[in-house]
């Protein structure tokens, strides 16, 4: 349909709503259930059953088969169907992580989805664009993805950048009227605005004509780009691990081939023995327990309201070096409050906490009634985006939350909408970073026009020509410049963030040209807003510290009030610089590099100066986590090694190119994230510390069996059935294994640091090696006192290897030794373990399964024996970091 034709009244009509109240909860959910989410085709999913049929593709797997397949047609047949029932219980285990995995990063996609602001009930309210429904109202502003097609009903200065749809660079600029021309490409339909085009400049409202493939979007298929997941740095390393233990695996079995064939062991035998041992040198769980440790520990984070957009952000949250913060909402509580007023060279206090609309006005220490404090108030209620409501029973802010504290300081002079209403906004040049400030062209019922302008001091105050007082409107002088100086420098020694306004009166008739509407200006006054620090944040940068993590404090406000907010949560230590935005500037990328490992606090700066110090940090050798809310904090956040977004005041600009979502906007919470990605890593090396040394015990002590001459002392099933039970429960539960207490006590992790880095290859080979010794020293022990019992020998060392395992695993779960942990603590392992216990005596002890794995009873001395030897691995390691 033409919608760029249709006028409000036919809109409201065609789509069945009033666009002053928006859609009801039952209509939006009626709509939805009839015409579907608001999302794109995901196209066609793999089959559940070729998932399945994935799992045995891997090489060793298909070799284990063919031997399976030899074994039967040789007729050993409990063999064949042993190997057969392993593989396919293995195969099963890896299909049910891997749809464990899938589910997982579906719901973070789910959870990272762009949010849209609709009207529905009356009420602003936010919710997932995928719920969208034709006939709802929404609004637009600068940093949003359009959510759905619009017909937009009301635009300021709105303009959208269109270039994925109409190969457009030049953000178009779009108006509220209806369009009468046919036939109009998206590109000249200025009433309009497109799913997944970008908001760049003002706002706008908008009423939804189209959702998922409906949209102008939807229906080009080149558009709709699968994003394939990319492998994480840790899963490329451990592929190429793999490929080399393949290689190795293969030699493996030659080698044993070989040597059992020359000793005269029949050719078969040696063969599946072989296989067997190649097998067992090959850890193939340890992709999917990767995966799957990846994300669970990334749920783990969404309940620490962080949710982690790329995995790969996951490994680098442990080398992070420095944490670039945002001050306002992420340092502090976000909820401003204005406490200090300058006006006609008086300072006001104003009490009341937070968005509380108790509170008056007080003049050393007098409550005051001042009609120039009344329409200063009034005109910063009328320069604003913000809305007050209320939420059980508290009065919250729904926009800036500066521009609430100037709403809530308006209430508590009695200030309502009613007031408000008597103006009309007729034109808005709104505010970004870069120009911090935002001004509005307001009529009142006499059709006098004016401008509102607040914003930054040091930006508006060079363009007021002009102040009131007592006599009237009067050129600016000297003397009230230093006053308004020292008003503000007393505000920002108190850690109050400034905000000028000011007005211009318009001739009739005027031009609205917005360079010279900004020009000047009439001073009115200067409001003195607190944000106090956030409680939790202050022991978070101590945590840092101790973690060997920097962390800066970035922000616009004034250079003394971010030293006084930076100083209170102990983030500057004596000696500590801060740097302006106009001294970023003046300096080179190789300038800054020298001096920024002395900055704590960038004051004053722009999203462009955050490129800088981002690159300059890098410059340095440092990891760097960088956060950001705004569409111009996008470079500095992509060009971070952990680009950090806020949740909940975030642009879904800023979203997509992070690495992290902070759903809370706390500083704290980054920290959290840090600690955990260092407990995920952890929890990495741990298990592939215990596959790769229980591996290593099964394969030297079948090759030394081999070289003394001895048979062997374990069957193919046997070192099947190991793999499955005994390294598969214990080492899923390591993945999900608690921080230890030193995690964010030890210095940030080298990103160049390797698999084996920090002991772990000695470790892996030492274990590996005394665990294939007591389990050689068991086999020889039983055949030299039994050597016609060739299957009691083989049960010992089974036992021995297993028990071996067991007892090792607990090892694996600090970097310093078995004694500095609770084992109890993991209640995962625990019953990991106990379950592989009682696997172990169901294989030995019931009579069906010993003929399949060639076992027998154990008496009570054998028990006290096999667990002796078990533990010394442990034991002789255990006081030991190395």
């Known amino acids: 349909m033409n919608w760029y034709q249709w006028n409000e009244e036919k809109l409201q009509e065609k789509l069945g709503v009033d666009i002053d109240k928006g859609l009801s909860t039952k209509d939006a959910e009626n709509r939805l259930n009839k015409f579907g989410p608001n999302v794109f085709d995901d196209g066609k999913k793999t089959p559940l059953w070729l998932v399945f049929i994935k799992q045995f593709q891997d090489f060793m797997v298909l070799v284990l088969l063919a031997a399976t397949l030899v074994s039967g047609l040789l007729g050993e047949y409990v063999d064949a169907i042993a190997i057969m029932i392993i593989v396919l219980i293995n195969g099963c285990i890896g299909f049910f992580q891997e749809q464990k995995a899938e589910k997982s990063l579906a719901k973070l996609k789910e959870l990272s989805a762009p949010m849209a602001n609709v009207l529905r009930n009356e009420k602003w309210e936010k919710v997932p ?41 030049v953000p178009a600029s779009k108006h509220a009227t209806a369009m009468t021309k046919d036939g109009l490409e998206p590109a000249d339909q200025k ?45 490329r390393k451990l592929a190429e691990l793999g490929k080399l233990l393949i290689v190795i695996a293969l030699l493996l079995t030659v080698f044993v081939v070989i040597v059992g064939v020359w000793q005269g062991h029949p050719l078969y035998n040696m063969f599946l023995a072989g296989v067997s041992l190649a097998v067992a ?49 992420t340092m502090t509580e976000n909820r401003m409050t204005v406490k200090q007023i300058y006006l006609d060279n008086d300072i006001f206090d104003v009490t009341g906490q937070g968005y509380d609309l108790k509170g008056e006005f007080q003049l050393d220490g007098k409550k005051v009634d001042d009609p120039s404090l009344d329409s200063m108030l009034l005109y910063g209620a009328i320069c604003n985006h913000a809305t007050l409501m209320k939420k059980k029973g508290n009065w919250m802010i729904d926009g800036d939350p500066t521009e609430g504290a100037l709403l809530v300081a308006a209430r508590k002079a009695n200030i309502t909408i009613e007031d408000t209403n008597q103006f009309t906004i007729i034109h808005e040049i709104p505010f970004d970073s870069d120009r911090k400030r935002m001004s509005v062209v307001v009529e009142d019922k006499q059709k006098n026009q004016f401008v509102i302008t607040k914003g930054a001091p040091d930006v508006l105050l060079p363009r007021m020509n002009y102040v009131t007082d007592a006599s009237g409107r009067r050129p600016l002088r000297t003397g009230d410049q230093k006053q308004m100086d020292q008003a503000i420098n007393n505000m920002a020694n108190q850690a109050l963030r400034t905000i000028a306004i000011g007005i211009k009166p318009l001739k009739k008739g005027q031009q609205f040209d917005d360079m010279l509407l900004e020009k000047d200006l009439t001073f009115i006054g200067i409001y003195g807003i607190i944000d106090p620090p956030r409680k939790e944040v202050k022991a978070a940068i101590a945590e840092c510290r101790e973690a060997g993590i920097k962390t800066v404090m ?38 800054l590099s020298d001096v920024i490992e002395d900055v704590y606090v960038f004051a004053r700066v722009t999203p462009e100066h955050k490129l800088k110090i981002v690159k300059a940090f890098q410059r340095n050798g440092h990891v760097v986590a960088m956060t950001g809310d705004g569409v111009n904090d996008a470079p500095a956040i992509k060009a971070s090694d952990i680009g950090v977004s806020m949740g909940y005041n975030g642009t879904d600009v800023a979203k997509e190119a992070s690495a992290l979502v902070l759903l809370d906007d706390n500083f704290a919470t980054i920290k959290s994230a840090i600690k955990e990605g260092r407990n995920i890593y952890e929890n990495i090396r741990k298990f592939i510390r215990y596959l790769l040394a229980s591996n290593v015990g099964e394969i030297l002590v079948m090759l030394f069996a081999m070289l003394l001459g001895m048979p062997l002392p374990l069957i193919p099933v046997q070192i099947l059935w190991v793999n499955l039970v005994t390294d598969g429960l214990p080492a899923m539960a390591l993945g999900l294994d608690q921080a230890e207490g030193d995690v964010m006590k030890r210095k940030p992790r080298d990103p160049k640091e390797g698999i084996f880095a920090r002991g772990l290859g000695f470790k892996i080979l030492s274990r590996g090696l005394m665990i294939g010794l007591v389990t050689l020293i068991a086999f020889i022990t039983a055949y030299q006192n039994n050597p016609d019992h060739l299957r009691y020998a083989q049960t010992i060392a089974f036992t021995t290897l297993v028990m071996a395992q067991l007892i090792h695993v607990f090892d694996c779960r600090s970097e310093h030794s078995i004694f500095s942990r609770n084992p109890f603590q993991n209640l995962y392992l625990v019953g990991a373990v106990i379950s592989s216990v009682l696997l172990l005596l169901v294989v030995i002890y019931f009579e069906p399964l010993q003929t399949v794995f060639n076992t027998m009873d154990l008496a009570l001395r054998d028990w006290i024996f096999i667990l002796a030897l078990s533990a010394i691995p442990t034991v002789l390691f255990g006081f030991t970091k190395k």
């Open 129 to 169: 664009s995928s719920e969208l429904v034709v006939g709802d109202v929404i609004k637009v502003t600068s940093g949003d993805r359009v959510s759905a097609d619009l017909r937009v009903i009301k635009s300021t200065s709105l303009e959208i950048e269109e270039s994925a749809l109409t190969g457009e660079s």
């Open 554 to 591: 970035i922000t616009g406000d004034h250079a003394k009030t971010a030293y006084a907010i930076a100083d209170q949560l102990k983030l500057i230590p004596k000696g500590g610089k801060v740097l302006e935005g106009h001294q970023l500037s003046n300096m080179t990328e190789e300038q």
């Open 191 to 235: 009433n309009m605005a497109f799913m997944g085009t970008l908001v760049t400049r003002g706002s706008g409202i908008g009423v939804v004509v189209g959702t998922g493939m409906k949209t102008a979007m939807g229906q080009i298929a080149d558009l709709l780009v699968n994003t394939e997941q990319q492998q994480t740095p840790l899963e």
């Open 281 to 329: 040198a090959i850890p193939e769980g340890l992709p999917a327990i990767v995966t799957v440790a990846l994300s669970l520990g990334v749920q783990r984070m969404i309940r620490k309201k962080a949710i982690v957009r790329k995995l790969s952000a996951v490994e680098t949250l442990g080398s992070a070096s420095v944490i670039c913060s945002d001050k306002t909402g």
